[in-house]
């Protein structure tokens, strides 16, 4: 039976060690490069944002922050992938007392307008701990971070590294709902709760990508680049020419890159589907905000 004082005591334990890490972080050397700027790939959960980003991983250009997700097998739990090649650094960013962390209520919908708060971070005192879990190691190699809550902290990235450049992975919205349908409404943890309150699972879709499109096209312009997932499958597109693509995107040299966990039998939704809804009314307010702030900026001078 769930023990909701021991649950909170092993939290604020956590709190307090994820923190005094943190502070012992921002004053370690690190080997920041303002020439060596990120690379982050982004995207929803159950997106299939693992999958490619294990797939760029070969690239000997490019460094993981943990030999743990490199040449990570594909893992499957009650006939569903389990998240594989993921980041799991800037912790202590999190709530650890929300539904997600805690695996309750909603808690799997963590890109909801009820848990954004939870996950949406713009700005951090000790941004020197963030900087130092990304460069602690001395290499000329260009970091590689996969982390789908950094779909949500996109303006913090752009004042820690300015430069960088992001990859969004995004899914079919019909793709993505019937995947998670599938798979919440089956899970001993949530069925109940799922069953109960037929959660909007569109919603937490398009919040996760409207926002990380938004501050793409308002921080990231030139920077960023939309892969469509279900490309991967396609037999219209070629694999390899799709990650051509995206090396050119990065300013890294062409790859032979491997693609045996690109396989059907991992997509839930066989059919190929291109279902985005109008991202680009996104595209258009940000570029609007943008030319407002700057013409306000040119009457100020």
Known sequence: MFNI???KIY???KNIYLFLKMFSYNFRKNYYDENNQPIFLIGTNRSGSSLISSILRQHPDLRSLSDEVVNFNIKKRRDHTIGFSEDFIWQHLENFYGDHHREKNEGYLWGHPKYLRDFF???????NSLIYEIYKINS???????????SLRLKLI????PNAKIILNIRSYKDFTKSNYDKWSR???????FNNNKPDIGLHWYMINTIAIYHCEKYFKNQYQLFHHEKLYDPNFDNKILMDELT????IKSHDFTFENVNPKYKFKKDITFEYLNLKDVVDIANFENQVYSNHNNEQK
Do not use: D
């Not at 000329?140 to 950094?150: D, L, M």
């Not at 752009?158 to 590294?161: D, E, P, S, V």
């Open 158 to 161: 752009k004042k820690l590294f």
């Open 187 to 193: 899970n001993s943890a949530y069925t109940k709760t």
């Open 5 to 7: 004082k021991k649950f």
């Open 121 to 127: 971070v713009e700005k951090f005192w000790l941004k």
């Open 140 to 150: 000329k190699k260009i970091p590689f971070i996969k982390h789908s809550f950094f």
């Open 11 to 13: 939290i604020l334990f």
């Open 248 to 251: 050119s995107f990065l300013n």
